[in-house]
């Protein structure tokens, strides 16, 4: 009865819910209030996909539903994005018959790292997809290394783990496991120095020896060995064997060339993420090229707008995540004309109240030394911290402008900006933008 109850009252509090646009955690958090074990009580289908990392998880999520949709099957997934135990009952008991059986081919889970452990006490996924470990809201999460600790607890020997071979601290998950493990990597696109004003990759995960890199496509992610233990890159099973990001295309294993909507590094591997789960299971290679050539995400973290008559792009990073921010930056630099960059931090969490703004100082930054970058335009609160930061950078303070006001600072854009518009910012002050200009 008690299955029973939890599973209506969910449904209910889910319709209301919809109706009113809020409540994608609410009504998994009373049902579990209802029966705490409800998870464990339900029948999962055959497929049951997790993702988990400190970045990607929702886009990487979104690729692979469009994928396996693309392949004819049905999936349950929380495509709103509430990846903690309460989100993830609730599209579960959305998705289940008043019994418990999920009515899907295939559950799709993105799951927040740190919740894993605890949604994945009651049931566990089939594959489990890691994608990575940077320096993510410190407030919350602390070193990478301590997140590290919390993932390995949520992963089971029922799991088939898919591990970023790229990043030394994922790929080690794979060394002892019980089930199989398959590998996903970039080869070596270009020739790349360490950027970073910080290097999270100087020590083996393992025995702390020194890490030497062949490569590096962006902080630690490259290709490594340990000097000391013999720790190395593990052989991907699925690679991406060329990129171009000036011309924004990738090609899988040789074969399948796909056209890439963002031209970001980043977005290649949750392509790879996507394509490898979808071999594990039988879909092949063109179904996959199919579903993702040239597709353009619809999970609001990138937006096209006009400002006026100038054009821009949206690029939506995660809150006190540097390495987010420093995607984005890496993308207005690599755009062939000239670009204006719109940097706007006026909110510093969704949760915490904090003004804790050190993850500002992880940023490359440098990056707008780029001679494609001829105007800088920064709002928000913390417009005088990120202003601080450039000096530092030896930002060329010629064009930059500093305008606290945020409606005041997309006025200038509308007048002012030099060619495309990419505007970079978290979450929580995307529609302080999307209000004043014309969302395409």
């Known amino acids: 009865m008690r299955k029973l ?112 452990r605890h949604t994945f006490k009651h049931f566990v996924p089939t594959h489990y997809i890691i994608t990575n470990l940077y320096r993510d809201q410190l407030t919350r999460n602390g070193h990478p290394e301590w997140i590290y600790d919390i993932i390995r607890d949520s992963i089971h020997d029922g799991s088939k783990l898919i591990l970023n071979a790229d990043e030394p601290l994922i790929a080690t998950y794979g060394i002892g496991h019980k089930n199989k493990v398959y590998y996903f990597g970039v080869d070596q696109y270009e020739e790349k120095e360490m950027p970073s004003v910080y290097d999270d990759g100087k020590y083996c995960p393992l025995c702390k020896g020194r890490m030497v890199y062949d490569y590096r496509h962006f902080n630690h992610v490259g290709n490594y060995h340990c000097t000391k233990c013999g720790f190395k890159h593990p052989e991907a099973n699925y690679r991406v064997t060329e990129v171009d990001l000036s011309e924004g295309y990738l090609v899988l294993d040789d074969k399948y060339r796909i056209e890439l909507a963002l031209k970001s590094i980043y977005n290649a591997y949750n392509i790879l993420a996507a394509y490898s789960i979808a071999l594990i299971m039988g879909i092949d290679g063109e179904t996959v090229k199919e579903a993702l050539n040239g597709y353009i995400l619809r999970n609001g973290r990138v937006v096209e707008f006009m400002a006026g008559d100038k054009k821009g792009t949206l690029l939506t990073s995660k809150h006190e995540n540097s390495i987010s921010y420093d995607q984005s930056l890496r993308v207005a630099k690599s755009y062939a004309g000239d670009v204006t960059v719109f940097l706007m931090v006026d909110a510093i969490s969704r949760k915490y109240f904090t003004s804790e703004t050190s993850w500002l100082w992880d940023i490359d930054f440098e990056m707008l030394n780029s001679p494609n970058i001829k105007r800088i335009v920064i709002a928000g609160l913390y417009s005088s911290d990120v202003a601080e930061r450039l000096l530092y950078a030896d930002v060329d303070f010629a ?42």
Do not use: W
């Not at 209506?8 to 955690?25: D, E, P, Q, Y």
């Not at 989100?87 to 799709?108: H, M, Q, Y």
């Not at 402008?401 to 979450?427: M, N, W």
């Open 5 to 116: 109850l939890a599973i209506i009252t969910c449904k209910i509090l889910r319709f209301v819910g919809k109706m009113i646009k809020r409540g994608s955690s609410l009504p998994g958090k009373y049902a579990l209030k209802i029966d705490p074990n409800i998870l464990k009580k339900l029948k999962m289908p055959e497929y049951v996909i997790a993702v988990t990392g400190s970045n990607g998880k929702t886009s990487t999520v979104e690729m692979i539903y469009q994928v396996l949709v693309k392949a004819g099957y049905s999936v349950a997934y929380n495509k709103e994005g509430s990846n903690q135990i309460e989100g993830v009952t609730t599209f579960l008991l959305e998705n289940a018959t008043l019994s418990g059986r999920i009515r899907k081919d295939v559950v799709l889970i993105e799951t927040d790292e740190r919740y894993a």
């Open 399 to 440: 064009k930059v402008k500093v305008l606290k006001e945020i409606p005041a600072a997309i006025d200038y854009l509308k007048k002012e900006a030099v060619g495309h518009i990419y505007a970079i910012t978290c979450f929580s002050d995307q529609d302080k933008l999307l209000s004043r200009v014309e969302v395409l």
